[in-house]
């Protein structure tokens, strides 16, 4: 009954691919998201979907280009990858609550670009 | 965003408490208090949160300062699976998404 899932959890690369990871969530939540955490271990916030509808574009390159076929799936293609896109990526999702919104995190794609 | 200070890095014995401090100076009135944690190698996982007053859940308790400028995580007694990186972040409900500062990396020896 995982609650945010991902596929791959590994996923090593030449330069220049391109290759996407995709994220499912079953907690029936309207908002996901895509974080970056990179070798400094610092989480930053890429995309966020809501309903389907993009709501957070962070500075993030044009190769980056999530999509969100259904409020339950948010995908993450990356097109000519490159070394600096080495990272872990975690989706998550968001729910509101009495005390405000509530995150739940998938375990993470560690991408490897060689 | 209002900004939080968290150290670095913590250590605790097992079975034994530990209080994680976080100031946030600049806190808003609608701001919530969050605390996450990331175990090595998972997601980020919630911990507890709150607004104003002190908070206890299964995992721990939030300690929030009258004025609100700090907070305390409590870890009643430790464990090895609590060795993580604790995230304090301060969130309003219309706020889309977490910011995460660079936590403070708790290890617990045995």
Same mark, same amino acid.
């Given at each position: 009954?995982?609650?945010?899932?991902? *596929?791959?959890?590994?996923?090593?690369?030449?330069?220049?691919?391109?290759?996407?990871?995709?994220?499912?969530?079953?907690?029936?939540?309207?908002?996901?998201?895509?974080?970056?955490?990179?070798?400094?271990?610092?989480?930053?916030?890429?995309?966020?979907?809501?309903?389907?509808?993009?709501?957070?574009?962070?500075?993030?390159?044009?190769?980056?280009?999530?999509?969100?076929?259904?409020?339950?799936?948010?995908?993450?293609?990356?097109?000519?990858?490159?070394?600096?896109?080495?990272?872990?990526?975690?989706?998550?999702?968001?729910?509101? *609550?009495?005390?405000?919104?509530?995150?739940?995190?998938?375990?993470?794609?560690?991408?490897?670009?060689? | 965003?209002?900004?939080?200070?968290?150290?670095? =890095?913590?250590?605790?014995?097992?079975?034994?408490?530990?209080?994680?401090?976080?100031?946030?100076?600049?806190?808003?009135?609608?701001?919530?208090?969050?605390? %996450?944690?990331?175990?090595? =190698?998972?997601?980020?996982?919630?911990?507890?949160?709150?607004? /104003? =007053?002190?908070?206890?859940?299964?995992?721990?308790?939030?300690?929030?300062?009258? #004025?609100?400028?700090?907070?305390?995580? @409590?870890?009643?007694?430790? /464990?090895?699976? #609590?060795?993580?990186? %604790?995230?304090? @972040?301060?969130?309003? /409900?219309?706020?889309?998404?977490?910011?995460?500062?660079?936590?403070?990396?708790?290890?617990?020896?045995?």
């Amino acid at each position: 009954d995982t609650a945010v899932s991902q *596929t791959p959890k590994y996923l090593v690369t030449q330069m220049g691919n391109d290759k996407s990871i995709k994220c499912e969530q079953n907690l029936g939540h309207d908002t996901m998201y895509w974080y970056k955490q990179d070798s400094k271990k610092f989480l930053k916030i890429m995309f966020s979907y809501n309903n389907k509808e993009l709501i957070i574009n962070e500075t993030v390159p044009n190769r980056f280009s999530p999509k969100s076929p259904d409020k339950a799936h948010l995908n993450l293609h990356i097109n000519s990858l490159e070394l600096g896109d080495s990272a872990v990526y975690f989706c998550a999702s968001s729910t509101r *609550t009495s005390g405000g919104l509530r995150w739940y995190f998938g375990p993470g794609t560690r991408l490897t670009v060689l | 965003d209002a900004k939080t200070t968290q150290p670095n =890095s913590m250590e605790s014995n097992e079975e034994e408490p530990v209080h994680l401090p976080c100031n946030h100076s600049t806190i808003s009135g609608t701001d919530y208090i969050h605390w %996450y944690r990331q175990l090595p =190698s998972q997601g980020p996982e919630y911990v507890i949160h709150g607004l /104003t =007053s002190n908070v206890n859940n299964r995992m721990a308790s939030l300690a929030i300062a009258e #004025d609100r400028k700090s907070s305390t995580l @409590i870890l009643h007694r430790a /464990t090895l699976r #609590d060795a993580a990186v %604790y995230y304090c @972040i301060l969130s309003w /409900t219309g706020r889309r998404a977490l910011t995460f500062g660079s936590g403070t990396r708790l290890q617990v020896q045995p």
